[in-house]
């Protein structure tokens, strides 16, 4: 069975391009396409995706708003974040308001359908660049706040190598497990910073400049 996607993205162009590329694969269907999210909670009630392809800068209301609208409702669906920079603030943001993970634009075509099998896997995709961000982020905040997040010691580890550019399979190759397991820490590593961010704790710490 088809996986039901919804596409939000202001450019015309990149909007058409994606669905054309989703139309290639009989893995998916798209169920609806949008240049901006004002009324993105009529949209999923009616439309059911199963993943939300969200770009960050829309019109009216940002991509960041429209998964906190999201998550208010439903906390479920997977929400794929369409971004041009990797360590963008607004990125962890993002995830940190409910995102499942996101795409460098640049890699669309290459990257799109992995992608959303990966996130429908349960994975979770973190670049450097986002890494770098958290990392920074916990050393900075003090200490009874940074220990809000609850990070195991194993998964501080993978953090800090995934802020090297280690890939996942260079992470289970150095601490001897599998990529699998990988994904399932860097996947419990972004559901704790997503079940912290109620405080808004990390957009405040980068917005403070703390990082």
């Not at 169920?31 to 800068?57: A, R």
């Not at 200490?143 to 260079?170: M, P």
């Not at 399932?184 to 990390?202: F, M, P």
Request: charged share 20%; aromatic share 6%.
């Amino acid at each position: 069975m088809s996986i039901r996607l919804l596409l939000y993205e202001d450019n015309q162009q990149l909007r058409e391009s994606v669905s054309a590329l989703i139309s290639l694969s009989t893995d998916f269907v798209l169920t609806g396409s949008f240049g901006e999210v004002l009324h993105v909670e009529e949209q999923v009630k009616n439309l059911q995706p199963e993943v939300i392809l969200m770009d960050i800068d829309l019109p009216g209301m940002n991509g960041i708003e429209a998964v906190k609208k999201v998550r208010s409702f439903n906390s479920s669906i997977y929400i794929l974040m369409l971004t041009v920079f990797d360590d963008n603030k607004h990125v962890l943001d993002a995830i940190c308001a409910g995102a499942s993970g996101y795409l460098l634009k640049k890699y669309l075509p290459e990257k799109l359908i992995e992608s959303i099998h990966e996130v429908m896997n349960g994975g979770a995709p973190m670049s450097p660049g986002i890494a770098r961000l958290v990392v920074a982020q916990l050393q900075q905040l003090p200490a009874d706040q940074a220990n809000k997040y609850q990070l195991t010691a194993r998964e501080k580890e993978i953090l800090a190598s995934l802020s090297k550019g280690n890939s996942y399979k260079l992470i289970a190759a150095h601490f001897g497990i599998s990529i699998d397991t990988v994904r399932t820490h860097i996947k419990h590593i972004y559901e704790k910073l997503q079940v912290r961010s109620q405080t808004e704790a990390v957009s405040k710490a980068i917005n403070e400049k703390l990082v």
